[in-house]
């Protein structure tokens, strides 16, 4: 049971390339969420997904876009890349408790350098 | 649009004292709250989770309380020892898509 796995662990990236982001969770959530953490600043939420085939816009989706073909995947892709989407990137899934809540579990994160 | 503030943004203690971190949030609509750790470079590491339904919940030498009413929650740090530096999350969850971060606050144990 590896939880939530993320690739690549750290990319460089030039002004204008694009770059797929991976995650994957063996746990059979259905949520799965994308978060950006900029240094000193708590996560800030791009994408999320609360099922195969459907995805939705957080806080912060501008530059972004993702899929979810199956249960396990949630790729975040970014496209023409700028100096303001450097950041860490966290990938989680949450379990759903009884009465609505969640509990989420993250992945060990991709850190981005755009330059 | 549910904010939520952690205050102090960094606190430094002598080994052994007791302390309380805090974390306000302004829509009392949550389902759960949930404190995490996390260490310099790496993911977040869930401690304590609170449902809207409980008051507190405890592990260990922590203990977490959640006052809906007044958007509150406190995460008590009993004996603090140095391997307990890093910096603590609190986050609000009232749905799909619906989760809020606070900045986190840094917490430095001296020996």
């Known amino acids: 049971n590896a939880g939530v796995t993320q690739t690549p662990k750290f990319r460089i990236l030039k002004i204008g390339q694009s770059m797929t982001l991976q995650c994957a969770q063996d746990?059979?959530?259905?949520?799965m969420y994308w978060y950006r953490q900029d240094p000193g600043m708590g996560l800030k939420l791009i994408y999320y997904s609360v099922g195969a085939g459907i995805t939705d816009k957080g806080e912060v989706p501008n530059g972004y876009n993702v899929s979810r073909s199956t249960t396990e995947d949630f790729p975040l892709r970014l496209e023409l890349a700028a100096p303001s989407q450097t950041s860490v990137y966290f990938c989680?899934?949450?379990?759903?408790?009884?009465?609505?809540?969640?509990?989420?579990?993250f992945g060990p994160g991709t850190r981005l350098l755009v330059l | 649009k549910q904010e939520v503030t952690q205050i102090p943004a960094a606190l430094s203690v002598p080994e052994g004292e007791n302390l309380v971190l805090n974390c306000s949030f302004t829509d009392s609509a949550i389902y759960n709250l949930q404190w995490f750790r996390q260490d310099p470079g790496k993911g977040l590491t869930s401690l304590l989770l609170i449902q809207s339904s409980q008051r507190e919940q405890t592990s260990g030498r922590l203990n977490a309380s959640l006052d809906k009413s007044s958007g509150r929650s406190t995460l008590y740090i009993a004996a603090s020892q140095p391997g307990d530096s890093a910096t603590y999350l609190c986050a609000s969850f009232g749905g799909a898509g619906k989760s809020t971060f606070g900045d986190g606050t840094t917490l430095t144990v001296k020996p």
């Open positions: 746990m059979n959530h259905n949520y």
């Open positions: 989680a899934s949450s379990g759903i408790l009884a009465g609505g809540g969640e509990t989420q579990y």
